[in-house]
């Protein structure tokens, strides 16, 4: 059955440092998008993607995101400088016709 | 804004028992809606999804959608404690030529053994 999968699965690194966050959706869906969920706390909406686009980005989405995708299977989540207030889960998710699915998520912790 | 309402629980339920979840959602216009789990630590899964007025059976799990009350719920019947988990219940909508996936907070399951 296809998933989404995503890389890694656990990130560390030092406030300031840029991490890329990478996930592959499922091959024929074509909205994709990224969550974030700080621990005990519920999924917030990042940024959605369609049409090699931005369609929709939430207010936590600042200039330190960037998403691309680079070769028409990944899809990539940049933060360009760490804060330390930017540890939680991001999952990526992508969608077909009706449904949405999640990948299994990438822990971030930054120090 | 756009905003689907679920309580937080916890929700405890004993072993066997039917487990009631509720979420209302505020935009009349919606038309798909879907329930995820979501256990810690993990990413949510998706369980049910609901385009119509009714219930939506699936095993243990039936979906109810009332779109005029903008009320949908999932029941699991026969609750076991592997079903303790976080539900979540979401709504999609069309924003900027788009999907967009609006979630609720979540509701706190714990069946209890």
């Known amino acids: 059955e296809p998933e989404v999968t995503q890389t890694p699965s656990h990130q560390v690194t030092q406030m300031g440092q840029e991490v890329i966050l990478r996930c592959v959706p499922i091959s024929n869906h074509l909205y994709f998008y990224w969550y974030r969920q700080i621990l005990g706390q519920k999924v917030e909406f990042l940024v959605s993607?369609?049409?090699?686009?931005?369609?929709?980005k939430s207010e936590i989405f600042d200039d330190q995101f960037s998403v691309e995708r680079p070769d028409g299977s990944n899809f990539t989540l940049k933060i360009r400088s760490t804060k330390l207030e930017d540890s939680a889960m991001y999952f990526c998710a992508s969608a077909g016709a009706l449904e949405q699915y999640f990948g299994p998520g990438t822990r971030l912790t930054v120090t | 804004q756009k905003e689907v309402e679920q309580n937080s629980g916890p929700l405890s339920v004993p072993e066997g028992a039917i487990a009631s979840l509720n979420c209302t959602y505020s935009?009349?216009?919606?038309?798909?809606f879907f329930w995820y789990r979501q256990y810690s630590g993990k990413s949510p899964e998706l369980i049910m999804s609901?385009?119509?007025?009714g219930d939506k059976e699936d095993g243990r799990f039936t979906a109810q959608l009332n779109k005029a009350s903008q009320y949908v719920s999932l029941l699991i019947r026969d609750s076991q404690p592997s079903d303790s988990a976080t539900y979540l219940c979401?709504?999609?909508?069309?924003?900027?030529?788009?999907?967009?996936?609006?979630f609720g907070t979540g509701t706190r399951l714990k069946v209890l053994a």
């Open positions: 979401a709504v999609r909508g069309i924003t900027s030529g788009t999907y967009k996936y609006i």
């Open positions: 935009d009349r216009g919606s038309q798909s």
């Open positions: 609901i385009y119509s007025n």
């Open positions: 993607f369609y049409n090699n686009e931005i369609s929709e």
